[in-house]
C-alpha cells in the first residue's frame, strides 16, 4: 500500500550537529489539531510516554508512526516553552469499515477489540497505511484462532448498502467461505418440502457477513408468506464449528420457524394525508403483469414507484399488519415517509455524436432544478426514437443505458446516458 500523507518535522530541539543524537531531559509532550482523539490515545498510537527522554531522531521515528496511520493529511512537531508538541492536520478522507465474508460480527465488540490495538481506531480508516494493513493482520490472527488460516485484503468500495456508501472492504481471499448446512426448526410437514428445498438450494452460496443471516430471514418469510402465513417470525442463528477444509469453510446456520396461521388477505387502508393520492399507485398497479408477486407487495411497490416518479427518491413504505384471529383475515395499514424532493441536474449524453447529441439535448425536457422523474428517465430512449427517424435509425445500431446519481445532501440526481457501439452479427 501507498504511504499516505506528509510529514513536514520542524525540529528546534538541538542546532549543535555533535549533540544530535543527545537525549534530551524529558519534557511534557502534546498533541493539537485532532480533537476527536485524546491526549492518551496519541501518546499510544506514538509508543511515547507523557515525559520520555527522546533524541531528534526518537522524536522523527515516533512522529513517523502518526504519519504512517494514515489518518494524518500532515504531522509537524516543534519544540516550546512548555516541552514538546505534535501539531496534526487529520485527512479528509475517512471511511466507514465493511467486513464483505469474514466470519466475524461486526458491533461494538469488536469494535473495542480493535481499539485496544489500535488507540486511533474510531471506526473510520484511512484510505491506507499502517492501520489498514494492522487491521488485516488482526483479523487474520482472530481467524486463525478459529482455525481458519486466511488470507485477508483490503480495498476501497463503492456501492455498498441502500446509501452507496464507500467504505474501507475487508475480505478473505482464501480460502473460500460458504453458507454451511441449514437445519430448520419448527417447519411443519405442511411445509417441509418447500423449506428443504430452499435452504438446500442455498447452503453452498458465497457466506456475506453483513447479508447472509438477512438475506435467508427473508427468504424464508417470503417463501411463507407466499403460502399465506402473513404472521410468520423466522430466527436465523450462525452455529458452531465452522466445516473447515483447506479449499473452504463452511459457516452452518440454523433457521427457526414460528409459522402462526394461514391468512387471507383483506383490506390495505391508506392514509388520508398522503402526498401522493391512491389513484396513482392503483394505476401503476394496474400495469403490472397478473400474477406477478403478492398482492400486498406489489402494492406497496406501486406506492414507492408513485412517490419516485414524483421525486420522493428517499420515499419509505411500511405495512403494518392487523390479524383477525376469528376469520383468519388480515388487513394492513400504510404508513408512508416520502423523505425530500429531489430535482434533476444536469443530463449527459455520452458516446452520442454531436448531431446526435444536439437531437437528444433538444428532446429531453426536465430542466435542471425541475422535479426528478424516475420513469420519465426510464422511458426517454424509447420516446426519443418515437419522436425522431434519423435519432432512431442511429440508436439501433447502439446499445443504450443510463446511470442516475443521487446527491442525498443536495437532493438533485444528475443522470449519463451510455451510448456503445452495438456488435455486428457475424454470418
Given at each position: 500500500?501507498?504511504?499516505?500523507?506528509?510529514?513536514?518535522?520542524?525540529?528546534?530541539?538541538?542546532?549543535?550537529?555533535?549533540?544530535?543524537?543527545?537525549?534530551?531531559?524529558?519534557?511534557?509532550?502534546?498533541?493539537?489539531?485532532?480533537?476527536?482523539?485524546?491526549?492518551?490515545?496519541?501518546?499510544?498510537?506514538?509508543?511515547?510516554?507523557?515525559?520520555?527522554?527522546?533524541?531528534?531522531?526518537?522524536?522523527?521515528?515516533?512522529?513517523?508512526?502518526?504519519?504512517?496511520?494514515?489518518?494524518?493529511?500532515?504531522?509537524?512537531?516543534?519544540?516550546?516553552?512548555?516541552?514538546?508538541?505534535?501539531?496534526?492536520?487529520?485527512?479528509?478522507?475517512?471511511?466507514?469499515?465493511?467486513?464483505?465474508?469474514?466470519?466475524?460480527?461486526?458491533?461494538?465488540?469488536?469494535?473495542?477489540?480493535?481499539?485496544?490495538?489500535?488507540?486511533?481506531?474510531?471506526?473510520?480508516?484511512?484510505?491506507?497505511?499502517?492501520?489498514?494493513?494492522?487491521?488485516?493482520?488482526?483479523?487474520?490472527?482472530?481467524?486463525?484462532?478459529?482455525?481458519?488460516?486466511?488470507?485477508?485484503?483490503?480495498?476501497?468500495?463503492?456501492?455498498?448498502?441502500?446509501?452507496?456508501i464507500t467504505a474501507m472492504n475487508f475480505t478473505a481471499t482464501s480460502p473460500s467461505i460458504h453458507i454451511g448446512?441449514?437445519?430448520?426448526?419448527?417447519?411443519?410437514?405442511?411445509?417441509?418440502?418447500?423449506?428443504?428445498?430452499?435452504?438446500?438450494?442455498?447452503?453452498?452460496?458465497?457466506?456475506?457477513?453483513?447479508?447472509?443471516?438477512?438475506?435467508?430471514?427473508?427468504?424464508?418469510?417470503?417463501?411463507?408468506?407466499?403460502?399465506?402465513?402473513?404472521?410468520?417470525?423466522?430466527?436465523?442463528?450462525?452455529?458452531?464449528?465452522?466445516?473447515?477444509?483447506?479449499?473452504?469453510?463452511?459457516?452452518?446456520?440454523?433457521?427457526?420457524?414460528?409459522?402462526?396461521?394461514?391468512?387471507?388477505?383483506?383490506?390495505?387502508?391508506?392514509?388520508?394525508?398522503a402526498l401522493v393520492p391512491r389513484a396513482e399507485a392503483e394505476k401503476i398497479l394496474s400495469k403490472y403483469p397478473?400474477?406477478?408477486?403478492?398482492?400486498?407487495?406489489?402494492?406497496?411497490?406501486?406506492?414507492?414507484?408513485?412517490?419516485?416518479?414524483?421525486?420522493?427518491?428517499?420515499?419509505?413504505?411500511?405495512?403494518?399488519?392487523?390479524?383477525?384471529?376469528?376469520?383468519?383475515?388480515?388487513?394492513?395499514?400504510?404508513?408512508?415517509?416520502?423523505?425530500?424532493?429531489?430535482?434533476?441536474?444536469?443530463?449527459?449524453?455520452?458516446?452520442?455524436?454531436?448531431?446526435?447529441?444536439?437531437?437528444?439535448?433538444?428532446?429531453?425536457?426536465?430542466?435542471?432544478?425541475?422535479?426528478?422523474?424516475?420513469?420519465?428517465?426510464?422511458?426517454?430512449?424509447?420516446?426519443?426514437?418515437?419522436?425522431?427517424?434519423?435519432?432512431?435509425?442511429?440508436?439501433?445500431?447502439?446499445?443504450?443505458?443510463?446511470?442516475?446519481?443521487?446527491?442525498?445532501?443536495?437532493?438533485?440526481?444528475?443522470?449519463?446516458?451510455?451510448?456503445?457501439?452495438?456488435?455486428?452479427?457475424?454470418?
Open positions: 500500500m501507498k504511504k499516505p500523507g506528509v510529514l513536514i518535522a520542524v525540529l528546534l530541539l538541538c542546532s549543535v550537529a555533535p549533540l544530535a543524537q543527545k537525549k534530551l531531559p524529558s519534557r511534557t509532550i502534546r498533541f493539537q489539531g485532532a480533537p476527536q482523539y485524546t491526549q492518551e490515545e496519541l501518546l499510544a498510537a506514538t509508543g511515547l510516554k507523557p515525559d520520555s527522554r527522546l533524541s531528534p531522531n526518537d522524536v522523527k521515528a515516533h512522529a513517523k508512526l502518526l504519519n504512517d496511520t494514515g489518518l494524518f493529511a500532515v504531522v509537524k512537531f516543534s519544540n516550546d516553552s512548555k516541552g514538546l508538541l505534535f501539531t496534526l492536520t487529520p485527512s479528509s478522507q475517512l471511511f466507514p469499515m465493511h467486513l464483505d465474508n469474514l466470519p466475524l460480527k461486526p458491533g461494538k465488540e469488536l469494535d473495542d477489540k480493535l481499539h485496544q490495538r489500535f488507540p486511533l481506531y474510531h471506526g473510520l480508516l484511512p484510505a491506507s497505511g499502517s492501520m489498514v494493513e494492522g487491521i488485516c493482520h488482526t483479523f487474520e490472527e482472530m481467524l486463525a484462532a478459529q482455525g481458519i488460516k486466511a488470507t485477508v485484503k483490503a480495498e476501497l468500495t463503492g456501492g455498498l448498502g441502500s446509501k452507496k448446512a441449514i437445519h430448520l426448526a419448527g417447519v411443519s410437514a405442511a411445509m417441509l418440502t418447500q423449506a428443504s428445498s430452499l435452504a438446500g438450494g442455498t447452503a453452498g452460496n458465497a457466506f456475506d457477513t453483513d447479508n447472509t443471516a438477512v438475506g435467508l430471514e427473508r427468504a424464508f418469510e417470503d417463501l411463507y408468506q407466499e403460502q399465506g402465513y402473513a404472521a410468520v417470525k423466522i430466527e436465523v442463528s450462525q452455529l458452531a464449528p465452522h466445516i473447515i477444509s483447506d479449499q473452504a469453510v463452511d459457516i452452518p446456520f440454523t433457521v427457526s420457524v414460528s409459522e402462526g396461521g394461514v391468512y387471507k388477505l383483506g383490506s390495505i387502508s391508506y392514509p388520508a394525508n397478473a400474477g406477478s408477486g403478492r398482492p400486498l407487495d406489489l402494492f406497496l411497490l406501486a406506492v414507492r414507484d408513485a412517490y419516485h416518479a414524483r421525486g420522493y427518491l428517499d420515499c419509505s413504505v411500511v405495512s403494518h399488519p392487523l390479524f383477525n384471529e376469528a376469520t383468519h383475515i388480515v388487513n394492513y395499514s400504510l404508513e408512508i415517509a416520502p423523505g425530500t424532493i429531489y430535482k434533476m441536474g444536469p443530463v449527459q449524453f455520452d458516446g452520442a455524436p454531436d448531431a446526435m447529441n444536439a437531437k437528444l439535448t433538444r428532446l429531453w425536457t426536465i430542466a435542471p432544478g425541475q422535479t426528478f422523474n424516475e420513469g420519465y428517465v426510464s422511458s426517454f430512449a424509447a420516446l426519443a426514437q418515437k419522436k425522431d427517424k434519423a435519432l432512431a435509425k442511429w440508436m439501433q445500431t447502439v446499445i443504450t443505458n443510463y446511470d442516475v446519481k443521487l446527491d442525498s445532501t443536495t437532493h438533485q440526481v444528475n443522470c449519463i446516458f451510455h451510448f456503445a457501439k452495438a456488435a455486428l452479427n457475424s454470418q
